[in-house]
């Protein structure tokens, strides 16, 4: 089983990698005019992944927030 540490850091690279894709994408797209159809289709499928992923991240530094609390307050 991974830890939280483990989980998030592989979060964080899966979504680096997305912002990557996303911006070569637009790179692309930018560079061949009229063609955007196709590229359209995958940056709005990479950026719904990369939403995925932040609520994810997000989830998960909540969760860890929480852990701390309850063991200040005592377990």
Request: hydrophobic residues 30%.
């Amino acid at each position: 089983m991974k830890t939280t540490g483990e989980t998030r850091q592989q979060l964080l690279d899966e979504l680096i990698e997305h912002s990557a894709q996303i911006d070569r994408l637009v790179l692309d797209s930018k560079q061949t005019v009229g063609a955007n159809q196709p590229h359209d289709q995958e940056l709005q499928t990479l950026r719904l992944r990369q939403q995925a992923i932040t609520e994810k991240l997000h989830g998960l530094e909540k969760s860890n927030s929480n852990a701390w609390e309850n063991i200040g307050d005592g377990g």
